[in-house]
């Protein structure tokens, strides 16, 4: 049996991460958001690398990062809104300005790492400066998961009689 405890509420025995991981695949109200956050997160993680990977080349890492993170952070916040978090009810105002700071973050963060890794490694090589961008992703995208699932998508979920939410089909 899980504890119902709330999120505020000090944890003795798990640390915050545990907590927070236990929580997201224990609580029905948080799991198949969850679960589908990090499907999208996986294939949209894998889409970028291979775009990054294709266009490194020609462009250079910083831009190439920057072109894949725009397309990837584009499809990734549609399929969130349309499936993820479809029954959390969301103002459109407030979907395109996280999608705004999403790509502001994860181009900053990701610039930088790429950054960081070239003052670190000399000449790093693509598939290199592909899996950092990987590692910086996941951390990325667990704090997204959590910024979305208590700013973004915090109403409750819709009752389950078959109504539709306009706001999210808009």
């Known amino acids: ?22 929580i997201a695949t224990t609580r029905p109200e ?21 775009l990054f990977l294709a266009i490194r080349g020609p462009l250079g890492s910083v831009a190439a990062n920057l072109i894949a993170l725009t397309i ?3 499809l990734n916040s549609e399929f969130h809104r349309r499936f993820t978090f479809a029954s959390y009810p969301a103002r459109a105002t407030r ?19 790429l950054i960081l890794l070239k003052a670190i490694v000399d000449q790093p090589s693509a598939n290199l400066e ?18 979305l699932r208590w700013w973004v998508f915090t109403r409750k979920p ?10 999210n089909h808009e």
């Open 130 to 147: 592909a899996g950092v961008l990987i590692l910086a992703s996941l951390v990325g995208g667990i704090i997204r998961f959590l910024l």
């Open 72 to 74: 990837t952070t584009l």
């Open 95 to 113: 979907l395109h300005l996280q999608s705004l700071l999403t790509f502001a973050f994860y181009a900053s963060y990701g610039s930088l790492v």
């Open 158 to 167: 819709a009752q389950a009689n078959g109504r539709q939410i306009a706001q």
């Open 30 to 50: 948080v799991k198949r958001p969850f679960l589908w956050y990090v499907a999208a997160g996986v294939v949209t993680t894998g889409l970028q690398a291979v």
């Open 1 to 22: 049996m899980t504890s119902a405890r709330p999120l505020t509420e000090p944890s003795n025995d798990h640390s915050n991460t545990q907590r927070l991981l236990r």
